[in-house]
């Protein structure tokens, strides 16, 4: 099919479109039969598909044994057309199977198989090594477990784990600087009306009240939570009215901005392997850590990965510095966010130091008003 050419709209995967339309071919589809877009010729769009498919998996005849009597090759491997399935590659245009038909005939005869079939792809490896450490800090060791397990190329121990987790973070941009001037929100259910009320009350609470695991930091450990809005504070309570109090930031906040994370770049991507797996694992890892916990008896114990995950971040050494907390998205409200903030009351304002000189308060605080619902 030398002389076929396809056009970019026969494809849904916006890398292979984009992919196609730097050829600027001819327009004029031999697959759709429309001239609405540009094309490449047929060959060197199967020679892509086979380059990119070569950076994520291996080839069977390289990798696998074979036994006759097992019926084959022994271990997962797939035809070229059990492959275009395995990629999901949607082609809105191929009503009648021809295209998909055409490029898995072109391919190599060869079976395929998974790029190291003797090991766990990174973001494999990642997901069962957090997995690993949830049952571990939730069932099995509570304090000393960075060191439990080993290191091998399908494993992480905890410490290397949360390690590649702030490194990879760090890479990929998510250590952001919020802007000096944001204001951030904070609620209370617990005032009546008429209460006089002040930036200590808005502040986290003293260590001996404490009481409440939250996502962040586990009881007995005060942490300050502010919100992006009046609306996600008061969403946050899961009641209808409280006294909310605003801060404003008056110096830039360095954060681990887990609000939106990059797209994991597609199977067609230029992007390096490396970069692929790692953000697959991190979406899933974000989406768990941020998955919504019911308010029960429970809690203490669904919250304490990503408790011991902040303590770690809190803690970590990254180039631009120490954190002054992690962002991350409400889970009751879709538009707004939470700050998870790491300062202590006296780089809050809200103390001075007894012995030394004191910080200049990071934050001032503004007002207190009631917020409702209606």
Request: charged share 25%; net charge negative; hydrophobic share 35%.
């Amino acid at each position: 099919m030398q002389s076929h050419r396809v056009c970019f709209s026969c494809f849904s995967n916006q890398d292979l479109r984009d992919w196609i339309r730097e050829h600027n071919g001819p327009r004029g589809c031999s697959f759709c039969g429309k001239y609405d877009s540009s094309t490449v010729e047929f060959h060197k769009l199967v020679s892509r598909i086979e380059e990119c498919l070569r950076r994520y998996y291996g080839r069977a005849v390289d990798q696998l044994g074979y036994c006759t009597a097992e019926g084959g090759y022994l271990g997962n491997h797939w035809d070229s057309w059990d492959m275009l399935d395995l990629i999901r590659l949607e082609l809105p245009r191929d009503d009648d199977s021809s295209l998909n038909t055409a490029i898995a005939s072109d391919m190599t005869d060869e079976p395929w198989c998974d790029y190291d079939a003797g090991a766990l792809n990174l973001d494999d490896a990642l997901w069962s090594s957090w997995k690993n450490f949830c049952q571990t800090v939730k069932h099995r060791r509570r304090f000393f477990f960075h060191n439990s397990g080993s290191d091998s190329h399908d494993s992480f121990t905890p410490a290397s784990l949360l390690s590649t987790i702030a490194g990879a973070s760090e890479n990929l941009g998510l250590v952001v600087e919020l802007p000096s001037g944001l204001g951030l929100w904070r609620a209370r259910t617990d005032f009546t009306k008429g209460k006089r009320v002040g930036a200590a009350d808005f502040g986290p609470p003293p260590v001996e009240f404490a009481q409440q695991s939250n996502r962040m930091n586990p009881a007995g450990i005060s942490m300050l939570y502010l919100a992006s809005s009046k609306s996600t504070a008061l969403k946050e309570t899961r009641k209808d009215q409280a006294k909310v109090g605003l801060w404003r930031s008056k110096r830039p906040l360095r954060v681990l901005d887990l609000r939106s994370l990059p797209p994991v770049p597609t199977i067609f991507s230029d992007d390096v392997r490396g970069l692929k797996l790692t953000l697959s694992f991190l979406h899933e890892f974000t989406n768990d850590i941020m998955k919504p916990v019911a308010r029960d008896n429970k809690v203490h114990i669904d919250y304490l990965p990503s408790q011991v995950v902040s303590e770690y971040m809190r803690d970590f050494a990254f180039a631009a510095g120490a954190l002054d907390g992690i962002a991350y998205g409400s889970t009751v409200h879709q538009r707004g966010w939470n700050l998870a903030v790491f300062l202590d009351p006296t780089e809050l304002g809200l103390e001075t130091v007894k012995w030394g000189i004191t910080p200049p308060p990071v934050f001032s605080f503004e007002k207190a008003i009631w917020a409702s619902c209606a």
